[in-house]
């Protein structure tokens, strides 16, 4: 008996630190991972805004900190490709960016005229050229040099020779005034893009677009994705280039982020595992119990009410001389 009951103590000790144990929390020598990205903002979209106008006379910096216009960038002949990123988004700024320089140097080639064209001939859209880049970023505190580092980073995977025309033709935009985002609400309001700002990990949730202008500032294509096909591009810009609006294409694609308080269920199973620890317990011991009164019953011998003496009569006790 006192070996079960040892038994059953040790089983207790083993569930009560087990349920107390938090199974979110790995043992130091664990190397865990981390969760993959899960979605916060529920309103980042992209809502198509097919003709409106961009606001020529919002107020930006340039790379060299001179204050400039959307007008002054977009002044000219040349459709524009405008975007929406920051230079310390931790996923999608980057594989948009990855996925547009990869195919800049595709559509930069000589290549069959998109349908429409009237000139017969092989026709090439280089940045700088033929159409502009123009990235605001979406980070209102963003450095100027901090900005500066993101553009060459990008200018660096284009060929060499059309490097200088693309540093010339994507420019890169930041706040007017640092902390002050305004005028970026401004034009991505105009657009139709909508972003907004996690502060529990301080950077902004954002959907990827590529949204051609024309050379006016008109909003006449949206290219949703971070891959993108050179022959899409190239018929988007010559659109933009013509002021000729045309449908979407493309999955939208947004940024995501791991919240660990909405997933993390580390909580729920150490309640389970307590409730179960403690009902396996309450079980344990009533089946030891029942154990132990089995066999206290069987240890007892049975009794034979003609073997116990009665006690004497008082009558008996007097005839006795």
């Known amino acids: ?170 420019t890169f935009l930041a706040a007017e005034t640092p902390g002050d985002g305004a005028a970026i609400r401004r034009v991505a309001d105009a657009v139709g893009f909508t972003y907004v700002y996690v502060v529990e990990r301080g950077e902004w949730a954002h959907p990827a677009a590529l949204i051609f202008l024309s050379a006016a500032g008109a909003v006449t294509r949206y290219v949703h994705g971070i891959e993108f096909d050179p022959a899409v591009l190239r018929e988007s810009i010559f659109k933009a280039g013509l002021a000729e609006p045309a ?18 269920h580390s909580k729920v199973a150490v309640v389970a595992l307590r409730i179960g620890a403690a009902g396996f317990a309450v079980l344990l011991l009533a089946g030891l119990g029942t154990l132990h009164l089995v066999r206290r019953s069987r240890a007892r011998p049975p009794t034979d009410p003609r073997s116990t003496p009665g006690p004497r009569s008082m009558t008996q006790e007097g005839n006795v001389s």
């Open 1 to 170: 008996m006192r070996r079960s009951a040892h038994i059953a103590a040790i089983a207790i000790v083993l569930l009560a630190s087990t349920a107390a144990a938090d199974p979110g929390q790995p043992a130091p020598d664990d190397e865990i991972p981390p969760p993959p990205p899960t979605y916060k903002a529920g309103s980042v979209n992209v809502e198509e805004h097919l003709g409106a106008r961009v606001p020529l006379d919002a107020r930006f910096r340039t790379l060299d900190g001179t204050v400039t216009t959307l007008g002054d960038v977009l002044r000219g002949e040349l459709p524009a490709i405008l975007t929406f990123n920051y230079a310390e988004c931790p996923m999608l700024c980057n594989l948009q960016l990855n996925g547009l320089t990869a195919a800049l140097p595709v559509v930069a080639e000589a290549g069959p005229p998109p349908a429409g064209a009237t000139n017969p001939g092989d026709v090439a859209f280089r940045v700088g050229a033929q159409f502009r880049l123009v990235t605001i970023s979406l980070e209102p505190n963003e450095p100027l040099e901090r900005l500066g580092r993101m553009r060459d980073r990008y200018l660096a995977r284009l060929p060499e020779a059309q490097r200088e025309a693309a540093r010339r033709g994507w």
């Open 247 to 264: 449908t979407a294409v493309g999955f939208l694609n947004r940024c995501y982020h791991y919240d660990p308080a909405a997933s993390d």
